[in-house]
């Protein structure tokens, strides 16, 4: 997050690519809507002036508001200075250390981080981390949280996490108001995951090589993981078609697919 960018009414200094919910109000109805409870430890990202830590202070049991900006943080810590449950670090929020202990994440994430900060928090799939909700740009949490047609990055999260999008927030809605709407990504650990997370780099080399020739259809890119007359069979009883290409199979097919081809393995 650069230390550039344009001054608020009352002078301060934005981060580029940072906006900034327009009122406490709406700060305190996202925070509401994610059901932060008093027990939760609140990992925020982007904390900026404080407008959505304020809110966290009201429901959880303690939060960690992460700032890179020296203004923004110094703002931070005379804004809740006799609030204990809140913590400030000025820092970098894709270097600072994330808790070791269960934990959710919130936050108002600049466009630009918007994937950065979603590899940090999903690309391990053993990370204490139990829901985040973050607003990023509307067209990124909508393709995220899509289920259908897949793409490469999202597959390689969907059988740890599952992602929603909740809610759309009009441009308007921040100051300064992006050139586009935001929405509010919704991401919870599934109860029972999809995939061990020890085959994480396994199941990640499998949909590699189904992308890799993503023109291809999917028994003829896999061809060299799984026998081809294997996987047409697999994908005929799942219903997709002989013409079926890697976006045209969600996550639970990919991974029956990877299963399929490491029980093959072992025959």
């Known amino acids: ?31 509401s809507q994610a059901g932060v409870r008093p027990t939760d430890l609140v990992f ?13 202070a009201e429901s959880a049991g303690r939060v960690v508001a992460i700032e890179l900006d020296p203004g923004f943080a110094d703002t931070l810590r005379r804004r809740f ?3 204990p449950q809140v913590g400030v670090v000025e820092a970098d929020v894709l270097r600072v ?41 509307h067209e990124v949490a909508r393709k995220r949280s899509s289920v259908w047609p897949s793409d490469l990055l999202s597959l390689g999260w969907l059988p740890w996490w599952e992602l929603q999008l909740v809610r759309h927030l009009p441009a308007r809605a921040f100051e300064p108001p ?4 935001a929405g509010l990504l919704s991401i919870t650990k599934r109860p029972q995951p999809l995939v061990a997370p020890e085959l994480r780099n396994d199941y990640l080399t499998f949909v590699r090589a189904g992308f890799r020739r993503a ?4 028994h003829r890119s896999l061809r060299t ?5 294997l996987s047409k ?14 976006r045209h199979l969600d996550v639970f097919d990919w991974v029956a697919l990877f299963l399929l081809a490491r029980t093959s393995e072992r025959r």
């Open 81 to 83: 200075r006799a609030r």
């Open 233 to 246: 069979r697999t994908m005929r009883k799942r219903g997709l078609g002989p013409g079926a290409k890697a």
């Open 225 to 229: 993981q799984l026998p081809e007359g």
């Open 97 to 137: 250390p994330l808790p070791q202990g269960p934990f959710r994440a919130f936050g108002n994430i600049p466009f630009g981080l918007t994937t950065a900060v979603l590899r940090r928090l999903l690309d391990d799939p053993t990370s204490p981390l139990d829901r985040a909700d973050l607003i990023v740009q």
């Open 178 to 181: 992006p050139s586009i709407d």
């Open 215 to 218: 023109d291809l259809p999917v």
């Open 44 to 56: 925020e990202i982007g904390a900026g002036t404080g407008r959505i830590t304020g809110a966290l």
């Open 1 to 31: 997050m650069s230390a550039e960018g344009r001054r608020s009414r009352a002078g301060q200094l934005r981060p580029s690519g940072q906006h900034l919910l327009r009122s406490d109000e709406l700060a305190s109805e996202v925070v």
